[in-house]
């Protein structure tokens, strides 16, 4: 950690000492959990609760003497993760987020964060005892095999010998993983400055209500859950109900429920929570829904539709939802979390803009009114607000590395307290990605986020991702909007990815699409799908794609946080190991392979 070294510290108190005087004062509750996704089975921990158990991880861990070493993180999410967490702040270490390493899927991705951040110590639920054997011997002979530390409710019950709490907020206090490739783990170094920082912005963003209460069901190993959610809420001294990413998962329902039951006043889910919501919730559970306590909902971790929150707002509006509420916001791992977001209480803002234009960069307003226009016409871009307090956004030109003229799209760079230290290891990539500089020999350091979009009125607009742009004759197309269309022009496409393959004509553009349903029914209505498929791509983005394959439900890579891997879908289509229906080869027609 030598880049970080000799850094002038801050007389802020970093989380650890938020936590130590908020446990010092009033039994409060800080933490609700629904065990069982449902106000059936709610446990309430106070601060006090959460510092004694968190005292008793940190002793373990001084007495192994790993102040200063990597502990990872793999509870599930719950109580005993807090707890776990602000241990390990306590005792000095760096903690690195992460999941049980159950299921094949989990096990890889783990195993590629363990070898990567060579932890001393694990710390696991003590059912998990049994199987470590099993995982051990599937880490490489190069890595030291780190020490577990098995907990459960009895472990927490034991007493907890008073330990100091750490106060040099400098130090690395986070070990944050991108939910990328497993093939390519890069640990992001944040320290308690940076945790703190992203608080303070946010806060900034929310201002002060004396009765704020916080719903969650993120994963507690991302950003968005951790430090948007977690973090925030004890930096804040508000409570936060939390019930796991699964629960909500298997019934969307649970969320909204949860919000009513308890009066929430503050939430946030990226948008694919929002279609989950309006395309599962029933008329009878729609009755039980009073949205009417909510000021905040943030929107963020991928692109923000106006189809989305249009639908979500026409069926939840008459249960109280405010549309003002809605937050989008944008942000990054790279940045702790947080870059930018809708100033509370202001109107959504959404922007008609030129398509053609904006495919070549230019910022420009759609003509008319909206309603005769094509639909290929034009782009519905949503802001996502101001930049963070403290921070700044440059847009600039990827290739000539000069800042874009007002008007113009380009990638976003940022600048602020939020940016975090580097990758673990990387210097290469740290330098390039973390202290870039502008051509122009303008002053400072940037973060290059690898995300395009553009600033109108001081308000930042995201329009894509820079790897992921889909260039074909000289267009530059953005997948997510096609990707759109795709799911939009059937009912039967789930998940969906479009990326281009190089042609006999160059870059062709390639649709790989989940099916909701089997083989047979593929092949009965298959023709249909396609032409549903390909008529919607071609009317809304003159493209006619050179291929389209149907692929089971599951069949495109997802990050851990349900974010398209457009770049491994594309390479498993190259290679032929995208899952695709099976198909008796004359029932599709040629489009189809
Ligand atoms: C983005 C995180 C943005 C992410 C969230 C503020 C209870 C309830 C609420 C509460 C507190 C308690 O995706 C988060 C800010 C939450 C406040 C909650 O308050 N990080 S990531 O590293 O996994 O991925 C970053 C990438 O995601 C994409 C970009 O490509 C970015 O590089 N992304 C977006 N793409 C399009 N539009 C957006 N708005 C995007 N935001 C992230």
Redesign the pocket.
């Known amino acids: 950690m030598d880049h970080i070294a000799g850094r002038a510290r801050t007389s802020l108190p970093g989380l650890p000492g938020i936590l130590q005087q908020r446990a010092a004062g009033p039994r409060r509750t800080a933490f609700r959990f629904l065990a069982d996704g449902t106000s059936d089975e709610a446990v309430d921990w106070t601060y006090h609760d959460v510092y004694e158990h968190a005292g008793r991880i940190a002793a373990d861990l001084l007495e192994r003497e790993l102040s200063g070493r990597r502990v990872v993180l793999a509870l599930d999410p719950g109580l005993h993760y807090i707890a776990a967490l602000f241990g390990i702040f306590r005792a000095g270490a760096t903690a690195v987020p992460s999941f049980p390493p159950t299921g094949k899927r989990a096990v890889a991705r783990f195993a590629s964060i363990v070898v990567d951040s060579t932890p001393d110590v694990i710390i696991a639920d003590r059912r998990l005892e049994g199987r470590v054997a099993q995982f051990a011997a599937e880490l490489p002979d190069t890595v030291r095999p780190p020490e577990w530390l098995f907990v459960d409710d009895a472990y927490f019950g034991g007493p907890a010998p008073a330990t100091a709490v750490p106060d040099a907020v400098s130090d690395p206090a986070l070990l944050q993983y991108?939910?990328g490739s497993t093939g390519d783990p890069k640990g992001i170094v944040l320290t308690h400055e940076n945790l703190v920082s992203n608080c303070r912005a946010?806060e900034h963003n929310?201002g002060y209500e004396a009765d704020r209460v916080?719903?969650?069901w993120l994963p507690p190993y991302?950003?968005?859950g951790l430090m948007?959610?977690i973090m925030?809420?004890v930096h804040g001294g508000w409570p936060?109900v939390l019930m796991s990413p699964a629960h909500f998962v298997q019934q969307p329902y649970r969320w909204l429920k949860a919000i009513t039951d308890h009066k929430v006043t503050?939430?946030?889910g990226?948008n694919f929570a929002f279609d989950m919501c309006t395309s599962s919730i029933t008329d009878d559970e729609l009755e039980t829904l009073d949205l009417g306590t909510l000021r905040?909902v943030?929107?963020?971790?991928?692109?923000?539709s106006r189809v989305t929150l249009d639908k979500f707002r026409e069926r939840f509006g008459p249960r109280g939802y405010d549309e003002t509420s809605l937050i989008?916001?944008?942000?990054?791992?790279?940045a702790t979390?947080?870059?930018s977001?809708k100033p509370t209480g202001t109107p959504l803002r959404t922007e008609r803009l030129d398509k053609e234009a904006l495919e070549n960069g230019v910022v420009r307003r759609s003509e008319g009114d909206g309603r005769d226009a094509e639909p290929g016409r034009v782009a519905h871009v949503v802001s996502?607000g101001t930049v963070a307090d403290g921070h700044e956004v440059t847009v600039v030109d990827p290739d000539t590395l000069l800042p874009v003229p007002a008007g113009r799209v380009g990638e976003i760079w940022v600048n602020g307290p939020n940016v975090a230290h580097g990758y673990l290891g990387r210097p290469g990539l740290t330098a390039a990605t973390f202290t870039a500089r502008t051509a122009d020999g303008g002053e400072g350091t940037h973060l290059r986020?690898?995300?395009l979009g553009f600033l109108l009125d001081g308000e930042l607009f995201?329009t894509g991702?820079l790897k992921d742009l889909v260039v074909i004759a000289g267009r530059n197309l953005y997948p997510q909007d096609i990707e759109l269309s795709v799911r939009q022009a059937h009912e039967k496409v789930r998940g969906c990815a479009a990326f281009s393959v190089p042609g006999e004509q160059g870059e062709e553009l390639v649709v790989a699409a989940e099916y909701r349903g089997t083989a047979r029914q593929l092949a009965a209505e298959g023709a249909a799908v396609l032409d549903a498929v390909i008529a919607a791509v071609t009317a809304e983005h003159g493209v006619r794609p050179a291929a389209v394959h149907f692929g089971p439900v599951g069949a495109i890579p997802m990050?851990t946080?349900g974010?398209v891997r457009r770049d491994a879908t594309r390479k498993a289509y190259v290679q032929g190991t995208l899952k695709k229906l099976a198909l008796a080869a004359d029932d599709m027609p040629q489009a189809v392979r």
């Open positions: 991108t939910s946010l929310m916080g719903c969650t991302h950003d968005m948007g959610t925030l809420a936060l503050i939430s946030v990226p905040q943030f929107c963020g971790s991928e692109p923000v989008p916001c944008y942000g990054l791992a790279e979390l947080y870059v977001g996502c986020t690898g995300d995201i991702r990050t946080s974010k």
